[in-house]
Nanobody, 125 residues
Framework: QVQLVESGGGLVQAGGSLRLSCVAS????????MAWFRQAPGKEREFVSTIRWSPGSERYADSVKGRFTISGDNVKNTVYLQMDDLKPEDTAVYYC??????????????????WGQGTQVTVSS
């Protein structure tokens, strides 16, 4: 099965930056879209950002617009999340997700079939 592996999390002061990476371990895997979600302690997992390869399209949660940038390489099955101007409220476990169908509606509904184990991001005051 497809394995998604996140990296790049860590501890950073408010106003700092981190860049998260996620790669699918299966060479033959071909995703239609990849995404980032996050889950803070005591809260539900929430959508952060997604990128669809064809046609190219991106979406962001309102809370991160202007601060986070998603990018990726569909050939390498890799997605990145550049996080700038981090705030304490960004503290969470960040999860990578991917799907392998081309259903536009599923993408709009943030439905994903494959998930990584998460990487911790902690932003200090």
């Amino acid at each position: 099965q497809v394995q998604l592996v996140e990296s790049g999390g860590g501890l950073v002061q408010a106003g700092g930056s981190l860049r998260l990476s996620c790669v699918a371990s299966e060479r033959t895997f071909s995703s239609s879209a990849m995404a980032w979600f996050r889950q803070a302690p005591g809260k539900e997992r929430e959508f952060v950002s997604t990128i669809r390869w064809s046609p190219g399209s991106e979406r962001y949660a309102d809370s991160v617009k202007g601060r986070f940038t998603i990018s990726g390489d569909n050939v390498k099955n890799t997605v990145y999340l550049q996080m700038d101007d981090l705030k304490p409220e960004d503290t969470a476990v960040y999860y990578c997700a991917a799907n392998d169908d081309s259903d536009w509606l599923r993408w709009l509904l943030n439905e994903y079939d494959h998930w990584g184990q998460g990487t911790q991001v902690t932003v200090s005051s």
